[in-house]
């Protein structure tokens, strides 16, 4: 066991040395803690802690680890095969009849709290924080005197804050209204959702007026700064969640915004992707397992690839037979995506896959105490960005772009002026195609992956377009991350699934509004 | 000079002889063959109608109903609805809700409110189960809600001018959302569940084979009326101006025809004539739950339609039974190549067979007439 918690012990010992002649464990004691009511362990569990020493911790440690017997009237470690007495430590024969100790989950939960107590007095600076964050937490009055004890020797400033905090969090279970009352005022300098929700749960079960208002007034003092993290937030999922609408209507308004096919299977465009990332997971995880953490940087050309070349197949096979038939293609595709879906069924299972973040996209940075950008969403709104930049650039600077333009503006001029249009149908599918495979490679890392992935998204991504205007890229990004912050700022309001209802009822008006979507082409024609 | 008056071609008949024999030939089957073949031949019987071939006809009748109210819309008015299968659940919800009152007191916990109201701890009815103890206010609601709900759906569509895919995209979205709000608990419909455990038809138990075969009998009932209504519809005059703003609209206005009205009276019947099919469906089947309204459920609508062939109405019925008759026969022999063959259905039939089975039909026959 020492090996395994070296700080605490050394800094248990340290404190021991330091704090003058701490009364040690007792046999009493220990079988106080193991055995009798629920209630009454943990009254032993809080007693214990406030003149814990080495054996103490040990003791409780065993107890969390299961590793506690009970045998004759006594509470005994075993560990293997061996007792052992936790009082001297000695080696203590264990008899046939020894009894298991069994934790619920409450008893588990005041072990854990009372190992990090015990952690609130050691040596490291990032153990007693924790610690203190822990107790934060969890707060319970009959910590008090664990709280003080700890505040009483520490030097640290920041946690000395925390622990002012977690003092003021078990002070409001106190049975002293005007404790609670100070507590509440304590409790309100700071502005995290932990603290609120611990005001919010007090109030709830408060009887004393006066305390009430305490209460209610650091509620408002809290809302009130949480607020700015709260909109930020919002904001920025909204944002985030634009992104991944932009990824996934980019690819479509190539297909469908510029050639006018109802590609019902973009969706399963993108599964492609998001499969041909998990296949790249699995080719790392086996054969370079030390360069894991890139083996999304090698998914990411391999995902366009694999649905350009699916794609390119499709346009060949069947869409060229379609041209001019909308409605035609979207029962063609809707039967190629069903197809698509079954063969993924039929390779992989019809399980979702894990597909892992790698190491350096899970985390985040934290602005404000409500507020913290996970990495990986943070990646995903740059690589929208990225993928939006790179078409525009192919539309409107290369000569693949050109020629795109040209057929979809005036067929039979561009064939005349030698343009091989059935070519450029082909290429301009492929890479809407392999627009929708990098959006599932991105998709990958944010959501599930599994066959019905792409049936998840289709309505969004057809939305998306729709609404931005068919063949107007800049109406996508505006339709994208308008439908993604509104649909979050709704979601805060009505939660998520009325705040869905909410965009869908919003798109129809919308649509009744301006039929053309936000940027309507601009022509004389009647129809 | 007076010129002789206009001579116009007499009106065609509904039906030709033939049609009128074939329409009485199917009502003698549904009527008499069925009950007979199902009820009096001992199950040994080389013609016996097993109980499950009676269950999945019926089921696939209903279906030929949506079928030919999609043919209605999209073969004859050029509008591709993706959202019928929001009318179709919408009967069907109406009719469920009935029989989950009509289970009474007989339900898992006893009590006069349907058993999922129990579980999410309710105390009374939510106001839109007024009507629901009443079979006459039912059949009302059948048509009234779905025809309202597409009426003024359809009215703000078609004013606005919305057609084509735009049209479907947003009907789609409109179906998509529907069955987000039947999913949550709190609308009162059942949440993921939907309703289930009916056990009672007008006070009558609902699973009997008797009651079984009054309402396939029924059901074929409807699908004859609906067949005739529709092709008295197609023919009027009415329906030549539907066939016209299908073929070209702009000139049907030209022509001092405002296309709003036919095409939002067009829509709203074939949106009942769903929900009536939903209706029937939901005590043959016994559940009704938000996944009919799934947008995959409506695109296999115009899936059968195609299948048959558009602008016939006999196709799209065949269509339903061609592709459901197959979806039941394998899903049990081989439930991995379903969705397959279904794909590789809808691919084929847009690249091979734009007529669908009835246009193959139709060409049969022209080479046969060629033949000396």
Redesign the interface.
Same mark, same amino acid.
């Given at each position: 066991m020492p090996r395994r918690f070296p700080l605490l012990w050394a800094s248990l010992a340290l404190w021991a040395a330091t704090a003058g002649p701490a009364r040690a464990l007792t046999a009493g004691q220990a079988l106080a803690m193991a055995a009798g009511s629920t209630d009454e362990r943990v009254a032993a569990v809080q007693q214990a802690v406030l003149d814990a020493d080495e054996r103490t911790a040990a003791f409780l440690q065993a107890l969390a680890d299961d590793a506690v017997q009970l045998a004759a009237g006594k509470a005994l470690i075993v560990r293997g095969d061996q007792g052992q007495d936790p009082v001297t430590g000695a080696e203590a024969p264990l008899p046939e009849d020894a009894e298991e100790i069994i934790n619920n989950n409450r008893m588990r939960g005041e072990i854990d709290t009372a190992l990090a107590g015990l952690a609130l007095l050691g040596q490291d600076p990032a153990r007693r924080l924790a610690a203190a964050q822990a107790l934060m937490r969890a707060p319970d009055a009959g910590r008090l005197a664990l709280l003080d004890k700890a505040l009483a020797q520490e030097t640290h400033a920041p946690i000395r804050a925390r622990l002012e905090l977690a003092r003021a969090a078990a002070m409001l279970g106190s049975a002293d209204a005007s404790l609670r009352r100070a507590a509440a005022q304590t409790l309100s300098a700071s502005a995290t959702p932990d603290t609120r929700r611990l005001l919010n749960e007090r109030a709830a079960l408060e009887d004393d007026a006066q305390v009430q208002a305490a209460l209610q007034a650091a509620l408002r003092a809290i809302d009130g700064r949480l607020a700015w993290g709260e909109r930020l937030g919002a904001l920025f999922s909204g944002i985030s969640l634009g992104s991944i609408l932009l990824l996934v209507a980019l690819g479509l308004a190539i297909t469908y915004g510029l050639m006018g096919v +109802?590609n /019902?299977a973009h969706g399963e465009l993108m599964m492609i992707g998001a499969y041909a990332t998990f296949a790249v997971q699995g080719v790392f995880r086996q054969y370079l397992p030390a360069a894991f953490d890139w083996y999304l940087v090698a998914a990411l050309p391999l995902a366009f690839a694999a649905s350009a070349l699916v794609g390119a197949v499709l346009e060949r096979g $069947?869409l060229r037979?379609?041209y001019g038939r909308?409605?035609?293609?979207?029962?063609?595709t809707?039967?190629?995506?069903? $197809?698509l /879906? #079954?063969l993924v069924?039929?390779l992989f299972g019809a399980q979702n896959v894990g597909v892992e973040n790698p190491a350096w996209m899970s985390g985040g940075v934290q602005l404000l105490p409500n507020l913290t950008l996970p990495y990986n969403r943070l990646v995903i709104i740059g690589f929208a960005l990225a993928v939006l930049l790179g078409m525009g650039w192919i539309i409107a600077r290369t000569r693949l772009g050109l020629w795109v333009r040209g057929v979809t503006q005036n067929r039979p001029i561009a064939a005349c002026m030698g343009v091989n249009t059935a070519r450029i149908d082909t290429l301009a599918f492929a890479l809407g195609s392999g627009i929708a495979g990098l959006a599932g490679c991105a998709l990958s890392q944010v959501g599930n992956v599994g066959p019905d992935l792409g #049936?998840n998204y289709? &309505?969004d991504a057809? /939305?998306v377009v $729709?609404l931005g205007g068919v063949g107007q890229l800049a109406g996508t990004v505006y339709a994208a991350l308008g439908l993604g912050v509104l649909g979050k700022f709704l979601e805060g309001w009505a939660g998520a &699934?009325?705040a @869905? +209802?909410a965009v869908? &009822?919003f %798109? %129809?008006?919308f649509? #009744? @509004?301006r039929?053309q979507g936000i940027f309507a082409a601009k022509g004389r024609s009647?129809? | 000079m007076i010129t002789s008056p206009l001579q116009l071609p007499a009106p065609a008949p509904l039906f030709t002889r033939a049609g009128w024999s074939a329409c009485a030939v199917a009502l003698l089957a549904v009527c008499a063959l069925a009950p007979v073949l199902n009820l009096w031949l001992p199950a040994g019987s080389l013609l016996h109608l097993s109980d499950y071939t009676v269950a999945l006809l019926g089921k696939i009748m209903c279906y030929a109903i949506c079928a030919l109210a999609m043919d209605l819309i999209w073969g004859y008015t050029g509008i591709l609805s993706l959202g019928h299968g929001l009318f179709f659940a919408l009967g069907g919800y109406v009719m469920g809700m009935y029989l989950m009152r009509q289970i009474g007191r007989d339900g898992n916990y006893q009590s006069a409110l349907p058993d999922f109201m129990v579980f999410l701890d309710w105390k009374a009815l939510p106001w839109h189960w007024a009507l629901s103890d009443s079979f006459a206010a039912t059949l009302v609601l059948i048509v009234a809600v779905p025809g309202l709900v597409a009426w003024v759906f359809g009215y703000f569509a078609f004013r606005s001018r919305i057609k084509g895919v735009y049209f479907s995209i947003i009907t789609q979205a409109m179906t998509y959302a529907a069955m987000l709000l039947f999913f949550r608990n709190e609308t009162g419909f059942g949440g993921n569940n939907g309703f289930t455990d009916f056990k009672r038809i007008l006070g009558q138990p609902i699973a009997t084979q008797n009651m079984r075969m009054l309402l396939f009998v029924l059901t074929g009932l409807t699908l004859l009326g609906f067949f005739v209504l529709a092709r008295a519809l197609v023919r009027s005059k009415f329906g030549l101006v539907l066939q016209a703003v299908r073929d070209a609209e702009s000139r049907v206005m030209f022509s001092g025809y405002a296309p709003l009205p036919y095409k939002l009276t067009i829509w709203t019947i074939s949106a009942m004539m769903c929900a009536v099919a939903g209706a029937l469906y939901v005590p043959q089947v016994g559940i009704i739950n938000p996944g009919e309204m799934s947008p995959a459920n409506s695109i296999e609508i115009a899936i059968w339609a195609a299948v048959g062939g558009r602008a016939t109405l006999i196709g799209p019925i065949i269509g339903a039974f061609i592709v459901n008759g197959a979806k039941s026969w394998l899903t049990v022999a081989a439930p991995e190549f379903w969705l397959y063959f279904l794909g590789a259905l809808f691919i084929a039939v847009t690249l091979f067979l734009p007529g669908g089975v009835m246009g193959l039909v139709r060409q049969c026959k022209n080479r046969l007439g060629a033949w000396p």
């Open positions: +109802i /019902m $069947v037979f379609l909308p409605l035609e293609t979207l029962l063609a809707w039967g190629i995506s069903l $197809v /879906m #079954q069924r039929t #049936q289709i &309505v057809f /939305m $729709v &699934v009325l @869905k +209802i869908l &009822v %798109i %129809i008006i649509i #009744q @509004k039929p009647f129809e | -």
